[in-house]
Structures are given as structure tokens and as C-alpha cells.
């Protein structure tokens, strides 16, 4: 019997020139394990976006522009962006021979693209949160809630402002979607670079309805609190080899429970703040999971609370 071959993760990164995409690719070279296969993608317009709204009009016909030309420029344009790209990546460790560039014109739209591109085997999605593109007309950033809504395949990955810390929260409640993560993160992420934060928030009774200063004592909160405790510690533990399975130190991981948080997708940003986690890892959905929400609300609020970190979404 011949040997099973482990596949190599395989990262599909949205590129459009601008500052943020640069900073999502020197953040994949951080972070992520250099067995991974980096594609970097861009959507091109082979027109300008005017001509859209202009539509058919025998005075604007595109063969009356040097239509031509723009497109040679872009091409240019892109060419060199890309080759920044791999530039980088290039100088964080990876082997030239694990990256590669894939150009398409645009068929239906630059999330329809993208999401078109997302089925074709990957491991993760990546984008930059903003950004003023090089590539005049499209700004990835103004995409990147809209492929986050859209994929539920894969994890989708928002960079934000500069993450520069190789330091990770993983948002931990115990439900499959949280342990979804830990194994994105055993998975994708460097051992030998990256410590690990297992954050787990506990709300109070008392922030669950207008009536509950005349229904929860002290004792209540305390045994709610305790019981939430004894709950997610296996959980912490479980994580916490699974961590170690893949190849990070003990003591590159620790574990943080918060009490009486109001909020938490506040807390979580909080932590990670405090912390020096410039990565948050979450599941799309959570124990109180709704088939209906594309988006857990937990995740959903951690992408207003949270601009400097990159945020991991995981499906």
C-alpha cells in the first residue's frame, strides 16, 4: 500500500493593488504554515465602469475610445501589482514555486467572481477590509462584507489595519463552529510563529431581560457563572491538544475566561486588544445558531468592534 500524500493548504487571495492587499499578503507570511499553496486573484474590468451606466448609446460606443489602451495599461498595472505581491511573500519564506497568479475578466461582478474562483478547492479566502485600489473603478475593501456574507464554504479572512502580531484569539463557546476554528488554526497557521489565546466569554443572567434586577440575585449570577466554567474547561482542554497535536509548544498557548461581559463580540475585541492579538479566529455561527442568518451575530458585530485585527470567519 502506497504512502497517503498529506495535501498542502491551498490560500486564495484576493489582490487589487491597494495598500490593504499588500498588508493582507505580508500577513499570510506571518502567520501561515510556508507548506501552504498562495493564489493571488484579481478580477479585471476590461472597461471603464462608466460605460455600464451609459449603456448602449451609438455616441458612446466603445470602439469611439482608446479602449485599447486603457486595457494595456491595466494589464501593466496588474502585472506589477501582483509582482509586489509576490514579492512579499517571497520575503517572508515562501518558495516562489507555491505561488501563483490567476487574472480573469470579469464576468458577473467582482463578488460573483470571486465567489465563482472560492469553489475551486481552497482553504481559505483572504481580502483586505479597505483600500483605494490601483485598478481605477474597484476598491476590494468595498467587496469584502459581501463575499464574507456570501461564502459559507470555507473561512473567509478580513485583514484589517496593519496586524503585525502573530498572536491569536480563537473565540471559544464550545459549539462546533468555535471548534471548526481550532482546527482551521491547527490546520493553516505556523506553529513556530504563532501563539495561541483560547478566549472564552460568559455573559450574566442579568443581561438577558429588562426584568432581571428583580429575578437574579447575587447567588444566581455566581452559580451561573461557575456552571458556565465547569462547562467550557474540558473544552479549553480539548482545544488545547488539538493545538498541540499540530505542532504548538504548550507554552505557546493559553486561555483566558471572561465574566460578566455585557457584550461578547465587545469583550472579544477587548481581549484581543489587551492582549496583543492582532488575529481574532471565530465560527460563523455559534450555540445560538439560526439556519436563516448567513452570518453568526457574534461575527457580524466583531467586524464593526474589530478594524486592527484580521478576522477569520470559519464555516
Not at 498529506?6 to 484576493?14: D, E, G, V
Not at 499578503?25 to 451606466?53: C, N, T, W
Not at 502585472?79 to 517572508?92: G, H, K, N, Q, T
Request: glycine letters at 6%; a positive charge.
Amino acid at each position: 500500500m502506497g504512502l497517503i500524500m498529506k495535501k498542502h493548504p491551498r490560500i486564495l487571495l484576493a489582490i487589487d493593488g491597494s495598500d490593504r492587499s499588500f498588508a493582507a499578503a505580508r500577513y499570510l507570511g506571518q502567520v501561515i504554515s510556508k507548506q501552504s499553496e498562495i493564489v493571488l486573484f484579481h478580477v479585471m474590468v476590461e472597461a471603464p465602469e462608466a460605460f455600464r451606466d451609459l449603456g448602449a448609446d451609438p455616441l458612446t460606443e466603445m470602439e469611439n475610445y482608446p479602449i485599447t489602451v486603457w486595457k494595456t495599461h491595466q494589464e501593466e498595472t496588474i502585472r506589477e501589482f501582483m509582482a509586489v505581491a509576490c514579492d512579499i511573500l517571497v520575503s517572508c519564506g515562501f518558495a516562489k514555486e507555491a505561488i501563483s497568479v490567476k487574472t480573469r475578466a470579469m464576468q458577473t461582478g467582482v463578488v460573483r467572481d470571486i465567489l465563482r474562483e472560492s469553489q475551486q478547492d481552497y482553504s481559505a479566502l483572504v481580502v483586505g477590509r479597505t483600500g483605494i485600489s490601483k485598478i481605477e473603478g474597484i476598491t476590494l475593501g468595498s467587496v469584502a462584507a459581501k463575499l464574507v456574507e456570501g461564502i459559507s464554504h470555507l473561512p473567509v479572512v478580513v485583514v484589517g489595519e496593519r496586524p503585525d502580531s502573530p498572536k491569536i484569539l480563537i473565540a471559544l463557546d464550545g459549539s462546533k463552529g468555535s471548534l471548526k476554528a481550532v482546527r482551521c488554526v491547527a490546520a493553516l497557521f505556523d506553529p513556530a510563529a504563532c501563539e495561541i489565546l483560547l478566549c472564552h466569554v460568559i455573559r450574566p443572567l442579568s443581561n438577558q431581560q429588562l426584568s432581571s434586577k428583580e429575578l437574579f440575585i447575587p447567588k444566581h449570577e455566581a452559580d451561573w457563572i461557575e456552571a458556565n466554567q465547569r462547562k467550557i474547561v474540558p473544552v479549553i482542554h480539548e482545544a488545547s491538544r488539538r493545538l498541540m497535536d499540530a505542532g504548538f509548544a504548550p507554552a505557546s498557548l493559553s486561555s483566558e475566561i471572561l465574566t460578566y461581559q455585557k457584550s461578547r463580540a465587545a469583550a472579544l475585541a477587548r481581549a484581543a486588544r489587551d492582549g496583543g492579538c492582532d488575529t481574532i479566529v471565530l465560527g460563523r455561527r455559534g450555540l445560538t445558531s439560526v439556519e436563516n442568518f448567513m452570518i453568526g451575530r457574534v461575527s457580524r458585530k466583531i467586524l464593526h468592534f474589530a478594524y486592527q485585527p484580521a478576522l477569520w470567519i470559519v464555516n
